[in-house]
């Protein structure tokens, strides 16, 4: 189970970095060119680091009251083919997966399913969804899915692993 104070951290640190306007800076990691966020505020310490174009991955990690933890996540857009055939960029992609990370805050990407009871954005055509796939409270690790449709078509998905570092 991930505490509430994690969840606050993860959440903050996420909507004021990727999906916010907090400075991204590259970073040097292992001779890999990295984007990476950083955030520090009242509920914690929160540092993002990834590496992606259409397709990749990355590591969050947080520190509250000298508790650390971590989510990592890989996946990314469709085919740039794909999306053009639906008449639609990966800008496009990204600007409604960062609209949608602001609006559900702290409902997704975490310990709980979210998903979809109608379509959303302008035209209707996009759907969001968050779903856990797995989870062991034996060793505090969840697996989650998240994915964006586009008229039906699968246009976006990351999987992410979240658990404690002790």
Not at 7 to 14: A, V
Not at 15 to 29: C, E, I, K, Q
Not at 75 to 81: F, I, L, S
Request: charged letters at 30%; aromatic letters at 10%; one cysteine or more.
């Amino acid at each position: 189970m991930i505490s509430k104070e994690i969840k606050e951290i993860l959440t903050s640190g996420l909507t004021s970095g990727y999906a916010g306007r907090n400075l991204r800076t590259p970073v040097d990691r292992g001779g890999f060119s990295f984007e990476s966020s950083h955030y520090k505020g009242a509920e914690g310490v929160y540092h993002d680091e990834w590496l992606a174009q259409i397709t990749g991955g990355g590591q969050e990690v947080v520190e509250v009251d000298g508790k650390k933890f971590t989510r990592l996540y890989a996946g990314g857009v469709a085919p740039v083919e794909q999306l053009e055939k639906l008449g639609i960029t990966k800008k496009d992609v990204v600007g409604y997966l960062r609209w949608k990370i602001r609006g559900l805050g702290g409902g997704t990407r975490l310990d709980r399913t979210c998903m979809p009871t109608e379509t959303d954005g302008d035209k209707g055509e996009w759907r969001y969804a968050y779903r856990v796939l797995d989870s062991r409270e034996n060793i505090s690790l969840t697996l989650g899915e998240e994915t964006i449709f586009y008229k039906g078509e699968t246009v976006f998905i990351h999987l992410f692993l979240l658990c404690p570092v002790e």
